[in-house]
Each structure stands twice: as structure tokens, then as C-alpha cells.
């Protein structure tokens, strides 16, 4: 892999989408570990209010926190060497691995309006995903993901009501065993889910000297929201 390359381009662009950088089989066995926990336990954790006005429609798990689970799938992913000397390369030295978030979507769900991740205002400040999809995800499946190319260089995701459609804004398929890394400030969003449940898993991370709470507020298109907190910020539209 060239690695060099592959900084610039994501620097440029905000984000990076590699197909194949996992095995199958390892898909497979996380792929499994997923179904197993959710058939069990379809809760959603979030609150109405912020289900209502969000529209985010995703029931995330921990693997790694969960005593029922042995994670060691999730796990394996994590150590990956290609996947570890990319990051490097990305985020420079002494860049943090933050707990490993699987995010499913039941059939028939929203997705996920536009965000950021975490506010823009401090350009240094900011967690990088890494998706990995254990299914494909398509057209005929929904739930791709959408993200707006050069937009961690941008600021603020304009305020306004959810289903907004920007000039550069790029939709992925992401196939099975793909990896997509996504800056926390680009502005990104997930399609409606059609029949069947849709999965991401998230290794997120931060770069030397960011706090690992980073994500706890999030900006929409419509407010900023505090996770931890479970409260509406700010209101940037109102419906
Ligand atoms: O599941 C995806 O494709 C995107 C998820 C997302 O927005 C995130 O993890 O921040
Ligand atoms: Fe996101």
C-alpha cells in the first residue's frame, strides 16, 4: 500500500474508502458475533427526544464492554498491522484507539441525517472513524453512506431540516471487508435502511492531545447534541 498516497488523499478529501482491506473470514465471524447480540437485545439506548429529533435511528453495542460476548473477532480487526500503520500515517505519532462500536439499524430504519461528528471549531480537534462493514452495503440494501467530499475543510454543516443535498457530496457502497475512514468534521450522513438490518463497526480514534470525550457533542444540521448529557445544546432549526 502506498501509503503516502493514501495521506493525501484523505487529507484532500476527508475521507478514504479501501476496498477488500479485510479478509472475509474475519467478516464472517464478526458478522456472527453481531447477529448473536442482537437478536438478543434490540434495545434502543438513546432517548425519545433525541430519536425524534435527530432521526437517528442506530442501537449502537461495545463488544469489548460486553461480558457475554468474548470480542476476540472485534478484537483481532483492532490489532490489524495495515490497519494500524495507516492510522499512523494519518494521525502521526501517539494517536489513541478509542472502544470499538458496532452501530446497527433495523430494517426499515431512518439512517442517519447529516452530522459532524464532533464540533469544528478547533481545526486539531477531532476523531477519525474507521468503518468496517461486515455486509454489503448497496442500493438495493439502503443505507449508504453519504459524505460531502472536502467538507472537514468547511466548518460548520449548515444549519437546516435534515434531508438537504450538497454540490460535492459523494454516495458509498461500502462491500464487505471494506474499511472507510471518515475525518470527525467532514459532513456525512447514512441513507434509509431498506428490508434487511444494516451494521457498521466503528474502531474510532484521536490523534495526540485530543480528549477521547470528543464525540460527545455532535453537530446535525438541525441542533448540537450532547450525548452524555442527553441534551439539545443548541437549536440550529426548527422543523
Ligand atoms: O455507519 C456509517 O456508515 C457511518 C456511521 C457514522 O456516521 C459514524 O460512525 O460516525
Ligand atoms: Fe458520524
Redesign the pocket.
Same mark, same amino acid.
Given at each position: 500500500m502506498d501509503y503516502q498516497k493514501l495521506k493525501q488523499e484523505f487529507w484532500d478529501k476527508g475521507y478514504l474508502y479501501l476496498e477488500n482491506f479485510f479478509e472475509q473470514a474475519a467478516m464472517d465471524e464478526c458478522h456472527i458475533e453481531i447477529q448473536k447480540h442482537f437478536n438478543m437485545n434490540p434495545d434502543y439506548q438513546h432517548d425519545q427526544e433525541f430519536l425524534t429529533r435527530s432521526e437517528a435511528d442506530v442501537i449502537p453495542w461495545f463488544p469489548s464492554k460486553d461480558k457475554s460476548s468474548d470480542g476476540k473477532a472485534f478484537d483481532k480487526l483492532n490489532q490489524n498491522a495495515a490497519l494500524d500503520e495507516l492510522t499512523q500515517y494519518l494521525l502521526g505519532d501517539d494517536w489513541r484507539s478509542l472502544e470499538c462500536m458496532v452501530?446497527f439499524s433495523n430494517p426499515e430504519s431512518k439512517g442517519?441525517p447529516w $452530522?459532524q461528528?464532533c464540533p469544528p471549531e478547533q481545526t486539531e480537534n477531532f476523531n477519525l472513524?474507521r468503518?468496517i462493514y461486515t455486509s454489503d452495503i448497496n442500493e438495493k440494501t439502503g443505507g449508504q453512506?453519504l459524505v460531502v467530499e472536502g467538507s472537514h475543510k468547511m466548518g460548520l454543516l449548515p444549519a437546516s431540516q435534515n434531508n438537504q443535498t450538497f454540490e460535492n457530496e459523494v454516495c458509498l457502497s461500502?462491500t464487505k471487508g471494506s474499511l472507510?475512514l471518515?475525518h470527525g468534521h467532514a459532513w $456525512?450522513r447514512?441513507l434509509p435502511v431498506g428490508t434487511v438490518f444494516r451494521v457498521?463497526t466503528?474502531f474510532r480514534c484521536v490523534p495526540k492531545n485530543t480528549p477521547d470525550n470528543v464525540t460527545d457533542i455532535c453537530v446535525y444540521a438541525d441542533m448540537r447534541y450532547q450525548f452524555s448529557t442527553k441534551q439539545v445544546l443548541e437549536t440550529r432549526c426548527e422543523f
Amino acid at each position: 500500500m502506498d501509503y503516502q498516497k493514501l495521506k493525501q488523499e484523505f487529507w484532500d478529501k476527508g475521507y478514504l474508502y479501501l476496498e477488500n482491506f479485510f479478509e472475509q473470514a474475519a467478516m464472517d465471524e464478526c458478522h456472527i458475533e453481531i447477529q448473536k447480540h442482537f437478536n438478543m437485545n434490540p434495545d434502543y439506548q438513546h432517548d425519545q427526544e433525541f430519536l425524534t429529533r435527530s432521526e437517528a435511528d442506530v442501537i449502537p453495542w461495545f463488544p469489548s464492554k460486553d461480558k457475554s460476548s468474548d470480542g476476540k473477532a472485534f478484537d483481532k480487526l483492532n490489532q490489524n498491522a495495515a490497519l494500524d500503520e495507516l492510522t499512523q500515517y494519518l494521525l502521526g505519532d501517539d494517536w489513541r484507539s478509542l472502544e470499538c462500536m458496532v452501530m446497527f439499524s433495523n430494517p426499515e430504519s431512518k439512517g442517519q441525517p447529516w $452530522h459532524q461528528d464532533c464540533p469544528p471549531e478547533q481545526t486539531e480537534n477531532f476523531n477519525l472513524n474507521r468503518l468496517i462493514y461486515t455486509s454489503d452495503i448497496n442500493e438495493k440494501t439502503g443505507g449508504q453512506t453519504l459524505v460531502v467530499e472536502g467538507s472537514h475543510k468547511m466548518g460548520l454543516l449548515p444549519a437546516s431540516q435534515n434531508n438537504q443535498t450538497f454540490e460535492n457530496e459523494v454516495c458509498l457502497s461500502p462491500t464487505k471487508g471494506s474499511l472507510l475512514l471518515i475525518h470527525g468534521h467532514a459532513w $456525512h450522513r447514512v441513507l434509509p435502511v431498506g428490508t434487511v438490518f444494516r451494521v457498521s463497526t466503528n474502531f474510532r480514534c484521536v490523534p495526540k492531545n485530543t480528549p477521547d470525550n470528543v464525540t460527545d457533542i455532535c453537530v446535525y444540521a438541525d441542533m448540537r447534541y450532547q450525548f452524555s448529557t442527553k441534551q439539545v445544546l443548541e437549536t440550529r432549526c426548527e422543523f
